[in-house]
């Protein structure tokens, strides 16, 4: 009789490893190992020990193809990591306007926020991003939305001594 020819059942120490080598795929932005891995059965919204989806990495690392597979293929705009962060923040944080225009036209609400409350249009003016703020605000944005401290994106701008997006917003604000 000939060998068994049951399927190979992964260890827990191989799937940890299959596992790390999965967000990594997401995170370095190869789009098409993660549209293979996605036509086997990868869950698209799957997430790591932090909490962060394949999304956010590929997003937050800047990978516009490997973000782009992810959502056609369903993957969810909106779901938070463990320190409340959304991939669009992530976009504005690290300025990626292109990312920030592909996550919006996937879904990710303009007005997102986790339990802190902190918007994208916050973490733009913190980091004196005014094109992303532009954006943001002919996207929707709430130039009044607060987070649970109570600080707008003003008062984030002006936290952060964001001059050029403290200028964009009192001008705006106060009209």
Known sequence: ?????????????????????????????DADTLQKL???????????QNGDTLLMLASYHGHLSAAETLLKAGADANIANDKNQLPLAGAAFKGNLDMARLLISHGAQVNGCAADGRTALMMAAMFNRTDFVTYLLEQGADLHARDIGGIDALGAARAMGAQATLAQLGDLASN
């Open 1 to 29: 009789m000939s060998e068994s020819t049951a399927p190979h059942v992964m260890t827990e120490d191989e799937a940890a490893e299959f596992a790390a080598q999965v967000f990594d795929v997401a995170r370095t932005g």
């Open 38 to 48: 996605l036509e086997r059965g990868l869950p698209v919204n799957l997430r790591n």
